[in-house]
């Protein structure tokens, strides 16, 4: 215990020496480095060059300086994209071209070969109308910008009006055949682009639902719960019955708080969660309390009273007695489930500006933490195999450590929000070695 209070003692000090000597070191820099609404400034541009087509040309400048925007073609971040809306009237011909060639960089944090400018960059988009009667063309171009590893997504609005074509087609079957057509068309991109997307958050949720079940508040459970299938049923086939129930219904009580944030949270919020200073300081300050948590100065737990309630009415038995045995399995891991749900949940939300990240986050987090239950219900021989150990407390230290990390992400964005200067890029990447050192 007292390696383990000396490596904590340790990272504050070098933590704390590293801001002092960054915000001196950086105190010049600082007062260029504010940060902008809008760090990219767009141009447009329409040319006629036949008599049914037009090049539509589209010209990003960085205006600030140190920001730099990502390709459609990036690694590792969220790629550029073009969404062309209510398409009449016209059909796009290939996808968008860019130029110059985007600078390309191995990014370890992000995982992946990036592609960028850091100056400017043109995006070239060559239609045809298809209509007599006058076009317009609207939609959006979608993209992150970084500066110092801090990002922000950015939506950038076109309209182009353009004149219909003598003797095209106008009929209504024309028009909804053409419609369909382009819609499939450029929606696909954006389609798949959300469900890997989607799937990448869900995966994610429910990996860290899978590693709770390794905390000391959750391990020691599995048994008794496990055991509470098995036990006075009058058939193996009656307990599975109610060990698939309990999964359900962790999944089931997980997705209302999932729907109640989605429903409360709308995309302004999102947007402000990701982006201001704020609600990012705020974060840091709640991975502190976590990692304080995991590393054993105090316990996060519910009022004593709910959970006696809830453990009360698993008493009675039945459908409606495994309902509340899962409602309480949720409330007693609470101290264990909370600091790594709070840290998944914030992680995912700050990266993207839909608030159905939650609900998606939910269910993906309750499928990773019920499903090893049901799984241990169907085969109960597995359970002598879990062992308890001094290694339950090795993990909560391991998660404390990664509950700092993660929170230095976000006081690195707040950081860039308030103009403060006292993280830059490589700062941030040290403290972050020191942590990951000390958990050696």
């Not at 600030?64 to 990036?74: A, I």
């Not at 045995?325 to 749900?341: E, K, N, Q, R």
Request: charged residues 15%; aromatic residues 14%.
């Amino acid at each position: 215990m007292k390696n383990i209070q000396h490596s904590i003692l340790s990272f504050i000090a070098i933590f704390m020496l590293s801001i002092s000597i960054n915000a001196q070191s950086l105190g010049q820099l600082s007062n260029q480095q504010n940060q902008p609404k809008d760090p990219v400034s767009w141009t447009q541009d329409a040319e006629k060059i036949s008599d049914t087509e037009y090049i539509l040309t589209f010209h990003a400048t960085v205006v600030e300086p140190h920001w730099h925007f990502y390709s459609q073609f990036t690694e590792g971040t969220m790629p550029m994209a073009f969404y062309f809306d209510d398409i009449k009237g016209y059909e796009r011909v290939g996808d968008v071209a860019e130029s110059p060639k985007p600078k390309e960089e191995y990014d370890e944090l992000l995982g992946g070969l990036t592609k960028f400018w850091e100056k400017e960059a043109v995006f070239k988009q060559k239609i045809r109308i298809i209509s007599a009667e006058d076009v317009n063309i609207h939609g959006a171009i979608e993209f992150q910008a970084c500066i110092e590893g801090a990002c922000t997504m950015l939506t950038y609005d076109f309209k182009f009006d353009l004149a219909g074509v003598e003797g095209a087609a106008t009929t209504e079957e024309t028009k909804v055949e053409t419609v369909e057509e382009t819609k499939a068309t450029t929606t696909d991109k954006k389609e798949n682009k959300s469900d890997v997307s989607w799937l990448n958050i869900f995966f994610f949720a429910f990996i860290a639902g899978m590693l709770t079940l390794i905390t000391p508040c959750v391990f020691p459970m599995i048994p008794m719960t496990v055991s509470f299938f098995m036990k006075g049923k009058k058939s193996r086939a009656a307990g599975l019955k109610q060990a698939y129930f309990f999964g359900f219904s962790i999944v089931v009580i997980f997705a209302v708080l999932g729907l109640l944030l989605t429903i409360l949270l709308g995309k302004d919020a999102m947007y402000v969660i990701s982006t201001h200073w704020i609600p990012n300081t705020l974060f840091f300050v709640i991975f502190m309390v976590f990692a304080l948590s995991f590393f054993g100065l105090f316990e996060i737990t519910l009022p004593s009273g709910l959970i006696n309630k809830s453990d009360a009415q698993a008493d009675k038995g039945g459908y409606m007695g495994t309902f509340f045995v899962a409602f309480t399995t949720v409330l007693v891991s609470f101290s264990c489930t909370g600091p790594i749900l709070g840290a998944a949940l914030i992680e995912l939300s700050s990266g993207s500006n839909n608030s159905i990240v939650f609900l998606i986050s939910m269910i993906g987090f309750a499928l990773g933490f019920a499903i090893p239950f049901t799984l241990l219900a169907m085969f109960p021989t597995a359970l002598g195999k879990l062992k308890s150990g001094s290694w339950l407390n090795t993990v909560k230290i391991v998660f404390g450590f990664i509950e700092i990390a993660l929170g230095l992400k976000f006081l690195s964005m707040a950081d860039l929000g308030a103009n403060w200067g006292l993280l830059d890029r490589e700062t941030f990447l040290s403290i972050w070695i020191v942590v990951f050192s000390l958990l050696g």
